[in-house]
């Protein structure tokens, strides 16, 4: 088990250390740098030189990435020039708003998903289970942004239920200001719960321990709760923790069209502004949640099931 | 960006007719110049809710299109966003006049005298004036921000302004001289915007950079609280220097860099009052009834440049018959839905402009395109790439509308869409040939100066603004209009200098195009200024 997990952190650090790369590469060689779209066209070309220079943005690229490298693996990111305040200040004053999205979303999506696949693959090909399955698909062919709009147009607008855009913390701030986006989120991944849950569950309910189990008398819903569930569930944490990376993404959009002053937002204002500092370091962060929750998702699945741990031998 | 890729095809759709006969600008009745539309304002609502007397007290949340960064005024990183809230924390000496005339009032200064050789300034402190926190403003503390103000290395922003200051003596506690190293008659206008802003002395040398997290100026408003990305909230500066105002206690501005999500907010009453409001929302908003659609005329223009290095636009035959081939009022009326103005001049609206009688704009000719085209020496045409910021629906159906345009006269222009960051990135290395540098081109100040030599005047390093164009007679003119103190002789020399613009065509300006803002009814007082920054002093909120 331990070796099971060292070698999965290993391929995650060299998976980090690729996109560390990958993304100081990609910010520092498109166009544009932090000064010149702070100080625009009206600034003479010796006080943006001059600034340059301040800032390191005259070294040579290898010298600016071992700084931003050997920098980043002792845990400090620098100053935003920018929004001129400590990176790791403006990452965590901002950090809330989107984990809790992420995490509620994920509810949502579970709250929905787990009952709707339930019924499905007890009542396969029913009416209902078509239904919730085409229900479900629609949800996740509409882009982010405008299920995002819609919702807001219907509980914001017209039912005047929630507000269609801003954000306050504290619970009920949270309940009021997130739900919606929440609910966009959730949505969105309803159908990839749904969809492998129930076929998952629809597998393992035709198999013979179940058989076994019915044959004892079992109640369905002990069958379902105790027996299926726990095997069915495994390929739906899979599936989910690989997700990870399109709640961050869905994040990134969600957090504009509702206005959330969430990591996604800071993402695209500091893009926008090249502000090199804050976007690796928030890249590097959504890089290291995807592999955390990647380990996190392999190292349970190996708890839950003793295969997995044992197929490497 | 529903509504927005949705406009784009609708609007692709008219361009495509356009080329035809029709203007889909719908219902209005556009001349084609100036901004009186029905059902639009241009200034401040004074009847219904708002005919009574300005009422103290309550707040507002103005949905902002820019967000606020920073309260240092020598250190703008985030253009307007910056400015306009700066604006409401600080004063400058002078400031041009709230309700959007390009007049110089007094501000922390109330009187003011200048040499007769327009070489040196005695301002005199408005008595009693004070900071937010009560402390009096003093002559030490005009000197010390007018030399930070100097300073480039400290006005790192906009240095070119304080291009001519030599320095600040004390007089005495209320008064300061400002001598310059030549004249400089637009000064007054050049200390009215945010590098002149002044600050005390005593809390800025203790502070430092933190002094500017939790500013004190002379401004109606304090900063409360900034959630960065999130909102700003500003209160009633109770030591505010005019009688009475601020009206509100309150103001938050909410950041809703999504015009769908700001409109969505004004609507539902979340805010009051939003800004930036597309071109392509405009007539729903205003047919709604529920809101007021308010434009202000600020110098803001469609810039359209040309990188003079690349030989056929460099030709002066090619430039006039772009200029011809352009139907700028059906432009106008398809694009910006009617609230442009077609311009007179190369540059955005500016103080001294003569009137389209005297300096007439290229009109729509394309017989006449076609014969300057035939007449230069690519009379067989050319391939030309045109570089767009992407994003905003209304340069997207522009850029399409020129496409289609110029192939008339044999130019094929291939359009690339860029994010504003590179775009900016390529205009300042030169590497376009034509090119819309900003999504919003605006002016500092609301005065020729400051356009006039970025453009002309080899020695601000900006090499004819990044066109590398050059002309040694408009160069001579303008060093002559920004040195004159006479400002009777500056407004005979600068229609000159305009009409030589016009006809050089160095660049093109497409459309003169106002800011809209959108309000609820009983909003009043909503005063912007010639630069088009709200003065929220002015504004109140009626009851009922």
New interface residues.
Partial sequence: MLRYVLNRVALGLVVLIGLAVATFLIIHLVPGDPVRQALGGRASPDQIEQLRDQLGLTDPLPTQFWAYFSNSATGQFGDSFVQNSPVGELVGQRIAPSALLIGYGLLVSLLIGVPLAILGALRPNGVVDHSVRLVATLSFAMPLFWLGLVLALIFGLELDIFPVSGYESGLGGILKTLTLPAVTLGLALTVIVVRTLRSSLLEVLQSDYIDAARARGLSERRIVAKHAMRNAVMPTITILSINIGFLIGGTVVLEGVFQIPGLGSLLVESVERRDYEVVQTLVLLAGATVVVVNIGADILQAAIDPRVRLAGR | ??STSRAVVAAVGCVLLAATVISCGGDDDSSGNGVKLSGLTSGATTTGACAGDPVKGGSLVYGRQS?T??F?SL?????NGDIFANNLIFNGLVRTDPTGSDKIEGAVADKWEVSDDGKSYTFHIRPGIEFSNGQPVTADDVKFSLDRFGD??IN?????VAVGYKSTTVVDDETVRVDLTNPVPAFLYNISIFPGFIVPKNLVEKQG?AFFKKPVGTGPFMVEEL????HLTLVRNPNYWEEGKPYLDKVRF?????S??RL??L??G?AQIADGVPFSQVNSLKNSGDLIVQTAKVPYFVGLWFNHKRAPLADLDVRQAMQYALNRKEINATIYRGVGAIPNSELPQLKYDAPASEVPPYPYDVAKAKEAIAKSKFADGFPISLKYPAGYDYFKQLALYLQNAWSQIGIKVKLIEA????L??????GDYDLAF?YAQFTS?LPVPDEYAQ?VAEPR???NG??SSWEDPAITKMVREFVSNPSESERAQQWPEIQKALNEQTPWINVMDLPFINAHAKNVCGTDIDALGSDHLENTWVAKG
Wanted: net charge negative; proline share 4%; glycine share 6%.
């Fill in positions: 960006m529903w967000i960064e920073n240092n250190k703008i990183v985030n253009g480039p290395k790192v922003t906009l240095a070119a950079d959630a960065r990305g999130s909410d950041f809703a860099t999504d769908n999500s969505l907010a609507k539902d979340q994010d504003q960051s590179s900016t990135e390529s205009f300042y290395e540098p500092d970025f601000s390093g900006l603004f990044f």
